[in-house]
């Protein structure tokens, strides 16, 4: 399985969410399938390289994330995937609806609104199972997304973390 995930990182936004996907990659890799990595900048491309990822620039504004469609789809129509993780603030519903005709999508959220078609929805915070999502997506006049993983027991953390974690579990 390939997975294309769309994140950015820079001076402005920090590295955050970068760092959350770079913890879904090797999760991803560990498991055999391929991650890589699609970003609207440069600025985060030392931390990708330096973690053995070697990520496609679309040298465009992260904040304007519509304008990238054209150079992203062609992209993907060369490298397809079977799946586009997205993780930014600036997306829009367009530029949802776009990738999810090229393939299933993935959205990782905090907010609980505005909401976003997509196939999986992502929230890992400690309130993600409160947040009304139902009604948002209602609202909005959009379908459910077909999985949605709210809560802790989704936050990505890196595999020296996560280890730590299941161990104690087992103590208790």
């Known amino acids: 399985m390939r997975v294309i995930i769309r994140a950015d990182g820079n001076q402005e ?12 990659a090797d999760a991803l890799q560990a498991k ?8 609207a ?29 054209d150079r992203f789809g062609r992209y993907f129509r060369q490298h397809p995937a079977e799946l586009i993780l997205v993780d930014s603030y600036c997306i829009t519903r367009r530029y949802m609806e776009t990738v999810g005709s090229w393939a299933r999508t993935a959205w990782m959220d905090d907010l609980g609104e505005p909401v976003y078609p997509t ?3 992502i929230d ?7 947040l009304p999502y139902e009604t948002a997506y209602r609202q909005a006049g959009l379908r459910l997304p077909e ?9 990505p953390l890196r595999a020296q973390f996560a280890e730590g974690r ?3 579990i087992r103590e208790s």
């Open 13 to 24: 936004i920090g590295m955050g969410h970068i760092m959350r996907c770079l913890s879904i």
């Open 119 to 121: 196939d999986v929805l």
């Open 41 to 69: 900048d440069r600025e985060s491309l030392a931390l990708l390289r330096g973690r053995g990822y070697e990520p496609f620039v679309l040298e465009c504004s992260y904040r304007e994330m519509e304008s990238e469609l």
């Open 147 to 155: 999985r949605s993983l709210l809560g802790c027991e989704y936050a």
């Open 124 to 130: 890992y915070n400690i309130y993600g199972k409160e």
């Open 166 to 168: 299941h161990s104690r």
């Open 32 to 39: 055999g399938a391929e991650a890589v990595f699609v970003t």
